[in-house]
């Protein structure tokens, strides 16, 4: 028994003794050059692969991934946020980029071998120690699946080009924002003073969005009054006047309805300009974003959280249906 204990003591002496020397003394080599020692590479990316299975999220969270809008704004983010490193159809990576190990494999390459699940997790949790990085915004895994849909329109090599995004200007703003639907707002119907107030918020983090973050971070903030003075609504007639006139229905009456802690949405949302406009805004972005308010994910405005708190999905349907395609 005491040969048992002191072989035990002698072994953990010398395993303390090696990690000492590894960690203390520097013995261990950083340089990307000099690749993992044998079978390390192996227990990394079987590890890796285990646990992105284990916690990949369930695909009836997912919406449906071959919608057209949700691929070009999921191309549109990628553009800036991951072609650098993955490259993409028919854009390289730079030299300096093939030379990290582990190197970023190419999209086309890196998708075979994931389920969308996989792919969501991995977009939005990124891969520790890796230099694949993690979403910008924590509680938007609603975003993540754009990049989702436009990774598996790779995969069926049936992805739409990429926008151009040299420039930092409006013309960048326009590429999603003036030839996207869907999950994307219009600006137009906004004023300039909301939509500057919204770059601020997304620049600070306090309205968490990953798309939004990254498309601010690549402006200046002294040029975001600028930006918003040119998207905001103009003189041209707006498109919620056009549309058709909904009095009845669910979405109507709820509009109309406060209580005596919430006032209705009307209230604020009608032409009083104490909210945004919501007349003739995309149908699919309203919705996500009362979910993001009911759910407490967004908390930057008190009194909007506490009139989205006690909404029904039902209700969310019915009052974006009812904003989206109703004129004022
Ligand atoms: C700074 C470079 C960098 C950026 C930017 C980056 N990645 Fe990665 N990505 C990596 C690296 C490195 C790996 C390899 C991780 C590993 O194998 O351990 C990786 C792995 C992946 C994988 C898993 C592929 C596999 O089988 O290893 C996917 C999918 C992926 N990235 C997608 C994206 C998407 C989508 C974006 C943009 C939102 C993005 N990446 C941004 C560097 C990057
Ligand atoms: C890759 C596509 C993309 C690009 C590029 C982009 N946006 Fe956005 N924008 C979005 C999406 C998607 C949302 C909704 C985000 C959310 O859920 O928070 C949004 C939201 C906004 C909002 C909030 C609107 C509202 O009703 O509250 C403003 C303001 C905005 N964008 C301005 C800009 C400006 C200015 C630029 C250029 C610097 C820009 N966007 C570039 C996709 C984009
Ligand atoms: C007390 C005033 C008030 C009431 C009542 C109110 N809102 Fe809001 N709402 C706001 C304000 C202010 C914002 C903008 C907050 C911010 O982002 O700065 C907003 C934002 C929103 C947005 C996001 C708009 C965008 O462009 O991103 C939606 C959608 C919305 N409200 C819908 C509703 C609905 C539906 C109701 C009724 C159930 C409602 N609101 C009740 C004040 C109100």
Known sequence: MR??????????????AGAVSVV???????????????????????????????????????????DPDLIALGAGHYATACAGCHGA??????ATVRAMV?????????VESWRPNELHWIVENGVKMSGMPGWPVQGRGDEVWAVVAYLVSVRERM??????????????????????????????????????AQLDLYASGARPGGIMAQAVSRVRKDDFGALARELAQGDAPVFARDAPRLDGGDGAALARRGNRDVPA????????????????????????QLKLWRDGTYVHDNKMHAAARDLTDADIDALSRYFANSAE
């Open 3 to 16: 040969a048992v204990l002191l072989t035990l003591a002698v072994l953990a002496a010398l395993g303390l």
């Open 24 to 66: 203390g003394l520097g013995l261990y080599n950083v340089s990307a050059h000099a690749g993992h020692w044998p079978g390390v590479s192996w227990i990394l990316h079987t590890t890796f692969r285990n646990s992105v299975r284990l916690r990949a999220p369930s695909m009836e969270d997912a919406p449906r991934l071959d």
């Open 102 to 110: 582990p190197e970023p494999p190419l999209i086309g390459e890196a």
């Open 265 to 288: 949405c009307l209230a604020c949302h009608g032409d009083t300009g104490k909210g945004p406009a919501l007349f003739g805004q995309s149908q699919d972005y309203l919705t996500t």
């Open 89 to 94: 159809p028919g854009v390289a990576r730079t």
């Open 159 to 196: 992805a739409p080009a990429l926008p151009a995004n040299d420039g930092a200007g409006v013309a960048y703003c326009r590429t999603c924002h003036e030839k996207i639907g869907g999950p994307v707002p219009r600006l137009d119907i906004l004023d300039a003073e909301y939509l500057e």
